[in-house]
């Protein structure tokens, strides 16, 4: 783990649905600085003053997190885990599979 890695990742949803992995403070500011302008407050600016500070160590990788976290949850795009493999996807541990 590297100094600005999350100590675990938090899952968004982007503008296309797809769900992502924001697993780093590098991660987050490239996540916000694509968040549109029209929709940026005061949420977002904590976050990526937050972002900010954090890479230039002043301020921990988790308040980063934190501050991240608080600003996806605000805007409804925060995941609450990652998005589990359908059942018809994953392999049986042993034997065949159920016709």
Same mark, same amino acid.
């Not at 938090?10 to 490239?30: E, T």
């Not at 029209?38 to 934190?66: F, K, W």
């Given at each position: 783990?590297?100094? !600005?890695?999350?100590?675990?990742?938090?899952?968004?949803?982007?503008?296309? +649905?797809?769900?992502? +992995?924001?697993?780093?403070?590098?991660?987050?500011? #490239?996540?916000?600085?694509? $968040?549109?302008? +029209? *929709?940026? #407050?005061?949420?977002?600016?904590?976050?990526?003053?937050?972002?900010?500070?954090?890479?230039?160590? *002043?301020?921990? %990788?988790? #308040?980063? /997190?934190?501050?991240?976290?608080?600003?996806? /949850?605000? %805007?409804?795009?925060?995941?609450?885990?990652?998005?589990?493999?359908?059942? $018809?996807?994953?392999?049986? !541990?042993?034997?065949?599979?159920?016709?």
């Amino acid at each position: 783990m590297t100094a !600005k890695t999350f100590s675990s990742p938090i899952f968004v949803r982007d503008a296309d +649905q797809a769900i992502l +992995q924001i697993a780093s403070v590098a991660d987050a500011l #490239g996540f916000l600085a694509r $968040w549109p302008e +029209q *929709r940026r #407050g005061p949420i977002y600016n904590t976050a990526m003053r937050a972002c900010h500070a954090a890479r230039e160590d *002043r301020l921990s %990788v988790d #308040g980063a /997190r934190n501050a991240f976290a608080g600003f996806a /949850r605000s %805007v409804g795009i925060r995941e609450t885990e990652a998005v589990s493999i359908e059942p $018809w996807i994953a392999t049986p !541990k042993r034997g065949r599979m159920p016709l």
